[in-house]
């Protein structure tokens, strides 16, 4: 089993920025791909960003130029420097990583960490 233990959530004025960690933890276990989706209220999950395994990165359009993902793989965590918020980001934001599993790939989610961006 893969477990993900999220930070880095919290309430920033529009216009601040926010570093969330995700660190991944199990035995047996080697990762793939690695990302941040969000999902606001009312709203369905989106992808905000992914970083493969080979360390090349793909960001939704409205974040682009404003976070970037990063991985640490000797520590199996993977960052989101959020910077120049928008209150438009708020949401819940969940760390994914595709890791493979005694042979068996497999999606695992964190438990979601809170951002809002308000005044």
């Known amino acids: 089993q893969v477990q993900l233990a999220e930070s880095g959530g919290g309430l920033v004025q529009p216009g601040g920025s926010l570093r969330l960690s995700c660190a991944a933890s199990?035995?047996?276990?080697?990762?793939?791909?690695m990302g941040w989706y969000r999902q606001a209220p009312g709203k369905q999950r989106e992808l905000v960003a992914v970083?493969?395994?080979?360390?090349?990165?793909y960001s939704e359009d409205s974040v682009k130029g404003r976070f970037t993902i990063s991985r640490d793989n000797a520590r199996k965590t993977v960052y989101l420097q959020m910077n120049s918020l928008k209150p438009e980001d708020t949401a819940v934001y969940y760390c994914?990583?595709?890791?493979?599993?005694?042979?068996?790939?497999?999606?695992?989610w964190g438990q979601g960490t809170q951002v809002t961006v308000s005044s």
């Open positions: 994914n990583i595709r890791a493979t599993v005694w042979g068996t790939t497999n999606d695992y």
């Open positions: 199990g035995k047996f276990f080697s990762i793939v791909d």
């Open positions: 970083i493969t395994d080979g360390g090349s990165t």
